[in-house]
């Protein structure tokens, strides 16, 4: 039992260092690297040839649905314009927003009549935009209740008023309390 045998982890490399074999200077890899050369060449030519194929394959669908549209003509019962649309109520961006929406103008959204008496739908963000507007007004100002009078303050406010808050805490608890400041 005078030998004791080391006990070495699977993954560490062992020592080679005693071995001397001056012949050997250079060890050629298993890979070759002209033969993945050439597979990822050839795999680009091909992935581009492919996406070229199918963008010409679309164009060709295209052109072909386009020639069967001209050549199909509408029935005279075919709808048209404004039957089109769908029925009122419309969806809405923000619904139930516009019934009661006070500060908006819709007619600064509403698109004018074109030919043939078809008047296009409203911008379809209008809504949003309206309410955005709102909200700005809100936070800039404060809001209202029901009366129109305002409570509260506007955001920019209330972040002054909470930091002078915060500060004159800071510089209480920093300060020393002396016996007089004790008994008041």
């Not at 039992?1 to 005693?18: A, F, I, L, R």
């Not at 404004?82 to 516009?98: N, T």
Request: hydrophobic share 35%; net charge negative.
């Amino acid at each position: 039992m005078g030998q004791e045998k080391q006990k070495t982890h699977v993954t560490e490399t062992p020592d080679t260092s005693h071995i001397k074999n001056i012949d050997v200077t250079h060890e050629q890899s298993d890979v070759q690297i002209s033969g993945i050369a050439k597979f990822i060449v050839g795999l680009l030519i091909l992935t581009i040839g492919t996406h070229i194929a199918l963008w010409g394959l679309f164009v060709l669908f295209q052109r072909t649905a386009s020639t069967q549209e001209q050549e199909t003509h509408r029935s005279p019962i075919a709808m048209s314009g404004e039957e089109r649309l769908p029925p009122e109520p419309r969806l809405q961006g923000a619904p139930g927003f516009a019934a009661n929406l006070e500060r908006a103008k819709p007619e600064e959204h509403e698109q004018p009549k074109q030919q043939g008496g078809f008047v296009p739908p409203k911008d379809p963000m209008w809504e949003i935009h309206a309410l955005r507007e709102q909200w700005n007004h809100v936070l800039e100002h404060g809001p209202t209740d029901a009366n129109g009078q305002r409570f509260g303050m506007p955001i920019e406010q209330a972040k002054e008023e909470a930091l002078r808050q915060l500060t004159a805490k800071k510089e209480a608890v920093g300060r020393p309390q002396t016996a007089e400041s004790r008994k008041q």
